[in-house]
């Protein structure tokens, strides 16, 4: 008898330890959704993001939807808002949405220094504190955000100047203020779809475009364009949320899960991001050795940088108070970082 009873007290302990695990509990189905193609800067985090989750959480099962699977960009953002997916990366079009991230589009507000860029991108309270609000006011968690290398001008003729971009036809991604820079800049700025570039630049209806190198490479951007411009204008950049009823809903230890997976997910992405980049250049010139690969002298930048003010207003008017401390915030920010490395 006393051993029935030992037996029944030791079921219903190892019952209770089970379900009160996160590892052992119901199974959690997430989605996310990217903004690129497989294979690219943000399918690298998210492979990596998802390899993290499900070691820690092994009844966790994350599915991953390459861009125009679950939609566009502009659906995929208003489908994690909304709660459809779980966990989106979008990037500067969701200003269309928050204002404030409209930050990622202003230019010269980052160092030439990338590794200053990345640390302000880790760790920056700016960025996860009054950015991060915005994102929390709209229905998401901001997890992580990442640099995916610098933003290269290509075209048929050199970019060194202003007087090169007068009525110079360049492709903008879905943001104003893309949209007013190049504007400043004398440039006819259009929209045009990510899948609708390549056509566009062999039907000459584009001069130019705007993408970091890896990109310019797997879209095959390089076969419509001579020149390749680092103007140290503004890093492409990369956020990584999660739909934030869905979170608040997770297990505390799944939702510590989720949290480190995330930031760890960071430093491995800037690396293979780093090397992406310089293996992409590599392979472009390699198939085609007439390319130029360019980086405007700081000479050359300053007309350029002499514009980003009128710019950086046009941000605070879009995106009110919190918009202008932010902006200032992380100035100061990048300031003292870029101090601390000389």
Known sequence: MRFLKLMAII????????????????????????????GSVQDTYAQQFKK??????????????PVNVLGDAGDMAEQVMNGVIQ????????????????????PYIWSNNMEVNKELMTNSKALYEILGASYEANGMKLLAIFPEGWQYWSSNKPLRNLDDFKNLRIRIMND?????????????????????IYSALQLKQLDANIQPLFAHEEMSFYEQQQYFTNPFEMPFVSTFVVNLDWFNSQPQ??????????????????AESDKMNAERQTKMSEIKPSLVFYELTAAEQAPFRAKAPQIEAIFVEMAGPQGKKLLDALKSERDALEAAVK
């Open 11 to 38: 079921c219903w302990a190892i019952c209770f330890a089970v379900s009160a695990s996160p590892a052992q509990a119901q199974k959690i189905e997430a989605k996310l959704g990217m903004e690129e193609i497989t």
């Open 52 to 65: 993290l989750l499900e070691a820690a959480v092994p009844n966790f099962s994350l599915e991953i939807y």
């Open 87 to 106: 966990f989106d990366m979008p990037t500067s079009h969701l200003g269309a949405f928050i204002p404030m991230v409209r930050i990622f589009g202003v």
């Open 176 to 196: 104003p203020i893309l949209g007013e820079i190049y504007k400043a800049y004398g440039a006819n700025a259009l929209q045009v779809s990510y899948s609708e």
């Open 253 to 270: 230890a799944v939702q510590e899960a989720i949290v480190k997976a995330a930031q760890e997910s960071v430093a491995y992405t800037i």
